[in-house]
């Protein structure tokens, strides 16, 4: 296959707008309506919990009950524009402003080490704008690094010059992944690193390069893990919050407190939940940072297993549909940036909601289109948008 | 290339796309079977997590039941009065932390404002007392003193009072109706201990750390009938406590009543006359001494013979029970305890203990009778008896020549009962005993004398029958410390009693010797009684031998008087007599106030109408002065009056205990008219008052006890609150030389 196969198309002018709109061959035919829709009614479901857990937390919301809600669904809806942003320049052509991409995003993290960045929760991950606005630059470093690998890897491939990429393009394509890496460890934000390693393992996986490399890649991060923490590279509350995970009260008024808070409100919820807005712990703000990190445990509480499991359900589905596209991806670079894509949500899902259950450590990260955050949220959207393109195999705007 | 695939893959990406995806839904499948885990299998626990997290309780105490005579008239109440109290809660949301509130507070109700201050923080390991013990939710109270004007002047100007209540609030009060005072059997409360809420935690009716329990007397007792039950409102709190909602509210469950056998009349009467007694001893000459007998302390009891119910029960000295209300102070709470008080939280009734004296004849004569030993005799009633070169002598000398066992009671004969006891002596075999019958001691334990006599309250002591058994078991106990004085002291010239004592008994002091033996027949020795135990010996003798556990409480009634549990009287025991034997011993102990040891002090007792049986006894005590014995009982009541230090047994109660008998059944002042309409109590009280439908009983004479009782709350002291945890006293049992040289008579 040859880059002219999904050159520009022309609609015959005769068509009728609606018509267009469901032509054979339209957007509207091609993209994932059920991934679309799954997405949405995340966003919707994390909204609603947002603001639940915002509504009475004064000292937060300046006295404006809705002060979390409105900005959550504006983020939403700038997400779903930068998606669709995303679906109308195609995954394809991203590759042409990916280097662009890519500088930005490391400059934006090294900013966060400037004077410049601040630090939220131990983690020194955020640039202030001001107004109530702060960015995370680590989140678009994510998707630099699923389409920079992505190229990378997939190009002598879709050139038919490789069966499957060889030692050199997986070497430039860690090479690609390790700079941000260790650029975010020294902030040090420790849940985006462990992403990242996830993707990049998801990346390498689907990209069928030797199993060599994957399994070194996972040993490396072994290696690794126990060399920070020998080395003592990581803070006092970060070693508190991998042990507290477990033992809360190793931890009792910090991190320990925190999770263990988030289990009494999810356990409490039962099977069908105490009700939205009824949640005990989330009403009386037993939880902190519900509305960002903690938001599953107001889920747990309020809406009981059968809402918890929605959610994860959710999940599931949306991350289903991404392994469908990636498996039906016409070129391996389609399959690839499909599977990081799910190798990320995957796991920032499990990270996400394992901490508030008390199976995995404690780190910063948030819930995917649930956790209250712009950053995070135009993210996650960029890489629907993505998917929908891989999907839709040619730009919508074409 | 024939090796790519359309779709841009190999079969290896296919599988790594195949992995990628099971790990992907293995770890989904992990997050669900975590949160069925925490939220289906273990959802309750962690609801009651969250709960106990955000459910914080404030605490409305429960109104105590009242304590009732026989006929209703409370003699443990609750009286209103004006507590302040201070909300922690809303104090904490003021700027200052509630400073200011407290320090204007403190200039209202005229307390200094650190003291105010202390009242209201908590109470950890590291604050001293004052503070405050309860939850924090709770309002916490500052005084319960306020006056009217007090109050309204926080009421009217609540801006300036912010969390201050001023509120009527019931407490508890002891109203001595008739100035009856009851003290030790009322007992008292003072505030729960952490472990004591802890231990309640499981029950049904878990102890609040605000709490106050009964921890003597009736109020001990019957703590959990009485307390009833506090109510509830819970309160939904944030993070910060901050309060967000009401979640439930239960009403306070006021305790409920109990009735007692106790009339407080009787109770007056015979607290008056005790102490009269005591006054009059103090006055009476001592010639053994040779100075005024002291009259340190005194017990009296009234029972109603056909029951075992006590009417009466006075113990000397005595304290205020309202001494306890609201907490006592330090001060209040060493005065009492203290040795130069001489213990009035002792109940002497129950917990005083000394050697019966001749009142114990009454159970050598029964075993006299059961060893065979006939009732006519005769036994000779010489002055003195001899055993080898010891001499045990009568009262003052005093001979009757040859007499009947009855006679020998009325006259209090020590030398017939020495003359029997040491046949019997012998006839165990004396010093080498085999299979000894030991009549005398068996019929003491069939007397109840030993054992305890399970009577509704605390801390009854058992007394102590002086038997083989126990010899050998205070020998062994002591033979080290005997032997050891006895080897220290072995050429003192003169030695002391106590050094005398232990070179006797340190080869074989678990024999038990004729003297002893005899000693023990006439109340002496080592013997150990306490008045209730007597009370109940009398009331047997009285009632045709039923011994019954003495009770106080007749029936626990619910607070609106509708559900009544009577406590019913329970007959224990059989006097070992027959029938004849009861009546002989009957009319000899009628003998006693007509031609023997009382009748000096019943001239012209209108004995035909109310016929009086009475046993004098007087205990020589080593080192002090004798204890007096009273004993006696009508148809229907026992009286026994025992003074420590007092004198003689009718010398020292005589005349007090036929006032007693006169108030009760109206004996006016010549002896011989009887006016049952003036006595106070001429028939015991059977029937429980009756209630009216809020509660409160109803009985003819109670308006006039109210107005009797209010002066009493004038002066009733409340000390600071939550005064330290109480121990309860032990019985004040002597040392261990006293004990053995208790009532042993050395001639």
Redesign the interface.
Known sequence: MSANTYSVRRFTPERSALGKLFARDSVVRRMDWLLFFATLLLCFIGSLLVYSATRNRTGLTHGDQYYFLIRHVMNAGIGLALCIGAMAIGHHRMRTIVPFFYALSILGILAVLSPLGSTVNGAHSWIIIGGGFSVQPSEFVKISIIIGMAMVLSARVDAGDQVHPDHRRVTQSLALAALPVVIILLMPDLGSVMVLGAIVLGVLLASGASSRWVFGLIGTGIVGSILVWQLGILDKYQIDRFAAFANPALDPSGVGYNTSQARIAIGSGGLLGKGLFHGSQTTGQFVPEQQTDFVFSVAGEELGFVGAAFIVALIGLILWRACTIARNATDLYGTIVAAGVVAWFAFQSFENIGMTLGIMPVTGIPLPFVSYGGSSMFANFVAIGMLQSVKMQRPMSA | ?S??P?????S???I??V???V???S??L???G???Y???R??????A???S???QQVVTPAVRGSILDDRGVPIADNETLLVVSASRTDLLQQSDGGTAVLTRLAAVLGMKPQDVMDKVRLCDAHTPRPCWNGSPYQPIPITDKATTQQALQIMERREDFPGITAEPTAVRTYPSPDKANAAQVLGYLSPVTDKEVAASEKTSNPLLRSDQVGRSGLEATYDDELRGKAGVTTY?????GRV?GKAGDTPATPGDNLVTSIDSKVQAVTEKELDAAMKAARTTYDPVTHENFKADSGAAVVMDNHTGQIVAMASEPTYDPNEWVGGISAKDYKALTDAKSNYPLLNRAIQGESAPGSTFKVVSTSAAIRAGYTEDGPYDCSSSFNIGSQVFHNDENESYGPISLARALEVSCDTVFYGISYDQWKKDGGTDPKHPKDWFYTTAHDFGLGAKTGIDIPGEVTGRVPDRQWKKDFWEENKDDWCATAKKHKNDKNPSLAVAIAIENCPDGYVLRAGDSVNYAIGQGDTLVTPVQMARIYAALGNGGTLYQPTIAKAVISPDGKTVTPIKPKAVGKLPDSKSTLKYINQALAGVVTEGTADWKFQGWPQDTIPLHAKTGTAEVSGKQSTSWFDTYTKDYTIVMTISQGGTGSGGSGEAVRRIYEAMYGIQKDGQKIDPKKGIMPKPVTALPKFSADGAAVSAQQAAFVTSATDQFANSPAGPQGGAPVPELAALTPTRTEKLLYGRKYT
Do not use: C, P, S
């Open positions: 290339m090796n790519i359309e779709t841009g893959r190999t290896r990406v296919t790594r796309l992995i990628l995806q790990l992907v839904f770890l989904l992990t997050l669900g975590r949160l069925w925490l939220q289906i273990n959802g309750q626990e962690y609801d997590k969250a709960n997290n955000h459910i939904q709190v944030d993070n910060l967000i």
